[in-house]
């Protein structure tokens, strides 16, 4: 079974600071894909960034970059420059893909991100 | 271009009841999925729909059921609601299978 562990429960970052967010996780399959997802108080879910099992570069998005080691089965999130509307939970997930077109995506407990001003 | 609609957006029922969420995938997404996320919890996997049928199911039991209709619209249904189903549920839809879910902004169902 897909297994997803966010070891930060909470951080507090300085405005304009750089943050990294741990993910590691656990699977047996060869193919699948990594996720991050921001969650404000409002509820929504926004999508950041993907990096595919398969992909040899690290997936880049504007501030957020993806430091994808395949070895130790880690995917943490990096945000450049820190603003104020970065605060949020922050959401690691993965979805195997398969030929049967499974998109199940299995997540993390979050991360609760505060940036002081 | 709509993203993903839910509605309502909040909902209160008392133990016992019925209840019906709605979800409207974004324009061109066949698939939609349905998330259970509790107070401080990540989102939980119910199932999925892809062509009017349950494709995939995650670990609910059968109170927990759903449709899709013919525009790729959805519904949630959960029966004999507990107090436990209170909880923030999400609609996904995607393209395919390496595209990234969107979600909607979830509709909050409080049971008292």
């Known amino acids: 079974a897909q297994k997803i562990t966010q070891t930060q429960p909470g951080m507090f970052v300085q405005e304009k600071e750089a943050v990294t967010l741990d993910c590691t996780y656990d699977?047996?399959?060869?193919?699948?894909?990594l996720f991050w997802y921001k969650q404000p108080s409002s509820g929504e879910m926004i999508f950041l960034i993907y990096q595919g099992s398969y992909d040899e570069q690290n997936a880049t998005e504007g501030r957020y970059s993806l430091n994808f080691q395949k070895a130790r089965k880690s995917a943490n999130l990096v945000i450049s420059a820190s603003q104020l509307g970065d605060s949020a939970m922050y959401f690691c997930?993965?979805?195997?893909?398969?030929?049967?077109?499974?998109?199940?995506?299995?997540f993390g407990t979050g991360t609760r991100l505060t940036i002081i001003p | 271009d709509a993203g993903v609609t839910q509605s309502p957006t909040h909902l209160i029922k008392t133990r016992g009841q019925q209840v019906t969420l709605r979800c409207s995938p974004k324009?061109?997404?066949?698939?939609v999925s349905w998330y259970q996320q509790a107070l401080g919890q990540g989102p939980q996997f119910i199932f999925q729909y892809y062509e009017e049928e349950e494709r995939q199911r995650g670990n609910f039991p059968d109170r927990f059921s759903g449709h899709q209709f013919p525009n790729y619209s959805s519904e949630l249904n959960v029966n004999a609601l507990l107090l436990g189903d209170s909880a923030l549920y999400l609609c996904?839809?995607?393209?395919?299978?390496?595209?990234?879910?969107?979600f909607g902004n979830g509709t909050r169902l409080t049971v008292t």
């Open positions: 324009s061109g997404h066949d698939t």
């Open positions: 996904a839809s995607s393209l395919d299978k390496f595209s990234p879910l969107h």
């Open positions: 997930a993965m979805r195997e893909i398969s030929n049967f077109g499974n998109e199940k995506l299995t």
């Open positions: 699977t047996s399959d060869q193919s699948y894909g």
